[in-house]
């Protein structure tokens, strides 16, 4: 098997922004802890089989999984994020994420910074519809996103529902 090469800067800009702005959210409020580099791992797989998406959230009483299974979650996250790019495996992932009972996962497209939030009804990453005004509910983060602009860019809205602040990415 081929290790698939690292993010590229406008890929790795777009985890880390959010990690930070969501981290710190989920901190303040005690919604639980978020950690990059966790492999998901589907613990009765008979061989090691795991994703590692950009980072992984566990809401406020989960947070010992991240410590039982030392570099990956044995269960199913809350959340996910998966940043796309050109070319890489986030499609590919989407069944092993189902099997596993990823709860939600928010799927950014690194260029468009278009953005879908899917969740788990009946086993399947079903994609989340916007409400009136555009937004998309990431219900275990309480967090809105929509896909907007910044200063003529194509930009990640985020709302924290919490600190009822407004932020660009």
């Not at 492999?39 to 010992?64: I, M, S, T």
């Not at 940043?83 to 690194?110: A, L, N």
């Not at 468009?112 to 939030?117: E, G, L």
């Not at 994609?127 to 194509?154: H, K, M």
């Amino acid at each position: 098997n081929l290790v698939s090469p690292p993010p590229d800067e406008s890929h790795q800009s777009v985890s880390d922004e959010l990690f930070i702005l969501i981290g710190g959210y989920a901190a303040r409020h005690a919604l639980g802890v978020l950690r990059t580099n966790k492999g998901v791992r589907d613990a009765h797989h008979p061989r090691e089989n795991y994703r590692v998406p950009e980072w992984v959230f566990l809401r406020r009483g989960r947070e010992q999984l991240f410590k039982q299974g030392g570099s990956y979650v044995y269960e199913g996250p809350d959340v996910i994020l998966e940043v796309v790019s050109p070319g890489d495996e986030t499609d590919e992932k989407m069944p092993f994420y189902e099997k596993v009972g990823v709860r939600e996962m928010i799927r950014v497209d690194r260029d468009s910074r278009a953005v879908q939030v899917l969740r788990l009804v009946g086993g399947r990453l079903t994609p989340v519809s916007p409400n009136t005004d555009g937004w998309i509910y990431c219900e275990g983060l309480q967090v809105f996103f929509r896909t907007g602009t910044s200063a003529g860019s194509p930009a990640l809205r985020v709302l924290l529902e919490l600190d009822r602040t407004e932020h660009a990415i």
